[in-house]
């Protein structure tokens, strides 16, 4: 197992873009209203984060401080939602309430949150405002949107104070009002981080559709519009989708408030994808196809002598019930007979199986879990120090997540 330590390096070099993060039971289906917003293509079915702020306030009683608060109390609300990183063994779910978040929400990229331009008093918006995020696509083409109650009129008034040159262009498209900054790096700002109104670390400006319900953010108006045009019907939208449509369903049903979806199934007999890893491993005396077997085998083993049969997508995510907080699994399959026939497979991973990078029984990690089938779907909810794990099990490549044949 010491090859997997390096292997989950390569790949978290390779597969950093691939992202998580739900919306809560009892809160409606956020997930799929979500969804809605963003065109369905191979881009955004790679990587789908959505988080429900809401729900995190109301279950972790964080409250929302006043509009006209300042920084410092902004930065603490963004701590309390966050989570605690330092309260892991007394509140597991404390490190890991959101998973990917977008910039336009005043979070992201989570290790300059504290640093982001997206403040009321610098674009009449920010991280207060929010009531639901999703990010989706892959850097740098990712789509954004935020769910809240925006004051179009404080917007308007805040970038009213900028001299021209970060004064944005203005557009409007389908009703839509658009701010329309340069995605070339702006040469006042190439040495400085997040300048004010809409800057990133780069100086690189951005595109808004505002509305009174929703803020899209996409490096392009041509690519805003596409947005625009899922959200109003005009495109399919990965609502559309019936795999994702089922996923955010599924997540929402099960009481998430965070969550992950994607298309980019891992599994066994994908030779390209087995060759890459196999190429990370491969030693001077081995041969290609000796390493491919071994790999195989260390997977099968891993699982628990068993892979689960191919699925079309996958979905992780982070709630909490009555019995208390858990990490939940979306699988889709073809059929409900294959989701039906797949549930003890994927309870011999749990009970049996060991983790490819620890060597860890994953039985160490849970300490109860559900599995059913429902549909063309099957699902889990595992219990214990595994919610930690809700994220880095994508990242990783974790054993949870493969199929063979």
């Known amino acids: 197992m010491k090859k997997w330590l390096y292997l989950v ?10 992202a998580i993060s739900g919306c809560g039971g009892g809160g409606g289906s956020q997930f799929l209203d979500m969804l809605k917003l ?43 939602l966050v989570g605690d990183y330092t309260a892991l063994e007394n509140d597991p779910t404390a490190s890991r309430r959101l998973g990917g978040v977008s910039f336009v929400s005043g979070f992201g990229p989570r290790q300059y949150a504290l640093e982001s331009p997206i403040r009321r008093q610098n674009i009449g918006f920010g991280p207060l405002d929010v009531e639901v995020d999703i990010l989706a696509g892959f850097s740098p083409m990712e789509y954004e949107a935020i769910k809240g109650d925006f004051d179009l009129t404080a917007i308007e008034d805040a970038l009213s104070q900028y001299d021209e040159s970060v004064s944005p262009d203005t ?28 800057f990133d670390h780069l100086g690189r400006g951005t595109t808004l559709a505002v509305q009174e319900d929703y803020i ?12 625009i045009d899922a959200s109003q019907g005009r495109e399919d939208s990965l609502a559309d989708n019936p795999d994702f449509s089922l996923m955010a369903e599924a997540l929402s049903e099960m ?10 199934v891992m599994y066994v007999n994908n030779r390209g994808l087995m060759e890459l890893m196999a190429a990370m491993m491969v030693e001077p005396n081995e041969s290609i196809e000796e390493v ?4 195989k085998d260390d997977i099968v083993t891993a699982a628990g002598g068993e892979l689960l049969s191919v699925f079309r997508t996958f979905a992780t995510g982070i709630g909490e019930d009555e019995e ?35 060597g860890r ?36 490549r974790d054993t949870l997540l493969w199929c063979g044949e």
């Not at 329309?180 to 702006?186: E, M, T």
């Not at 160490?364 to 909810?381: Q, T």
């Open 324 to 358: 208390g907080p858990f990490m939940a699994i979306v699988f889709v399959y073809d059929s409900p007979e294959q989701a039906s026939s797949n549930v003890e497979v994927f309870r011999q991973y749990i009970e049996e199986g060991v983790s490819l990078w620890s």
């Open 9 to 18: 390096l390569a790949m978290v070099l390779l597969a950093g873009a691939v």
């Open 216 to 227: 899209f953010n996409i490096d392009t108006p041509e690519l805003v519009k596409t947005m």
């Open 38 to 80: 963003i065109p369905d293509t191979s881009d955004t079915r790679y990587s789908v984060y959505i988080s429900d702020h809401a729900r995190i306030r109301e279950l972790y009683n964080v409250n929302l401080p006043s509009l006209d608060t300042d920084g410092e109390v902004i930065v603490e609300y963004l701590t309390m």
């Open 171 to 198: 557009d409007s498209y389908h009703g839509v009002t658009l701010y329309i900054w340069s995605y070339q790096v702006n040469e006042i700002f190439q040495n400085e981080r997040f300048a004010p109104p809409v």
């Open 255 to 264: 009481g998430a408030y965070s969550c992950f979806l994607t298309d980019q």
């Open 292 to 295: 491919l077997q071994h790999l």
């Open 361 to 396: 029984p994953w039985a160490d990690r849970v300490d109860s879990f559900e599995i059913w089938a429902d549909g063309r779907s099957l699902r889990a909810k595992l219990r214990g120090y595994i919610t930690l794990a809700w994220m880095d099990i994508v990242y990783i």
